[in-house]
């Protein structure tokens, strides 16, 4: 069966720590992978996709960076967080043809 | 580009009452279209989708939307409600001319569900 996992669940990180999100995605081949970021109340953002390995596409200019080593391994990165980086951070994929995202279980960052 | 509007930010409901939380988009390109739930400190769950065909799409838990595309439309609605379902329900669109399936999502509407 296909199933992602996305560690860790909650996260407290000091300003200006570095940060790595890592989400793994099982029982699939070439997925796209999406990280997303959810602030208190409100909707999604969407910060990066990946439709391959080493194939990363930004969003939104920030202070965070995503990589994809392997196929189904999508990495959230940042060298120095900032306050504003506190939220939900949602990994998820999909696949060509039938764009209906299956989540992760959410990182839930904050920096203090 | 395209753009999500839930009309509703929160819509408290009775037990075993009917439901339908709005959502209207826009796009200059045909577009899929989901609805999401998303219960307290989780991921979200893909309630249903439209790909095409038939614009009465039945999804999981009882919940149906129906596809306006002069309206461009994609309400959800349940016709008894639980109280189980109270939780943020989120809609979103996808345009079809790319491969990589970005969505862009509502703001999402809370439902509350009253015994």
């Known amino acids: 069966s296909q199933t992602i996992h996305q560690w860790p669940a909650t996260l407290v990180q000091p300003v200006g720590s570095p940060l790595s999100l890592e989400c793994t995605v099982e029982g699939t081949s070439n997925p796209n992978l999406y990280w997303y970021r959810q602030a208190a109340g409100r909707g999604l953002q969407l910060l990066f996709y990946s439709i391959g390995i080493d194939q990363i596409s930004s969003e939104v200019p920030q202070n965070l960076s995503a990589s994809r080593p392997q196929d189904r391994q999508f990495i959230l990165s940042s060298k120095k967080l900032l306050l504003s980086d506190s939220g939900f951070y949602l990994c998820?994929?999909?696949?060509?043809?039938?764009?209906?995202?299956?989540f992760g279980s959410g990182t839930r960052l904050t920096v203090v | 580009a395209q753009s999500v509007t839930q009309l509703d930010s929160q819509v408290p409901v009775f037990e075993e009452a009917p439901v339908e939380l709005r959502c209207n988009y826009s796009?200059?390109?045909?577009?899929?279209l989901f609805w999401y739930v998303q219960y307290p400190n989780q991921g979200l769950q893909l309630l249903l989708k439209y790909l095409s065909g038939s614009t009465l799409v039945k999804g999981i838990n009882g919940f149906e939307a129906e596809f306006n595309k002069s309206q461009t439309s994609f309400h959800l609605r349940k016709p008894s409600v639980h109280i189980s379902d109270t939780a943020e329900y989120f809609c979103a669109v996808s345009p079809t001319n790319t491969n990589a399936g970005k969505s862009t999502f509502g703001d999402g509407t809370t439902l509350t569900v009253k015994p």
């Open positions: 796009s200059s390109v045909s577009v899929y």
């Open positions: 998820a994929w999909s696949v060509d043809g039938d764009y209906g995202y299956t």
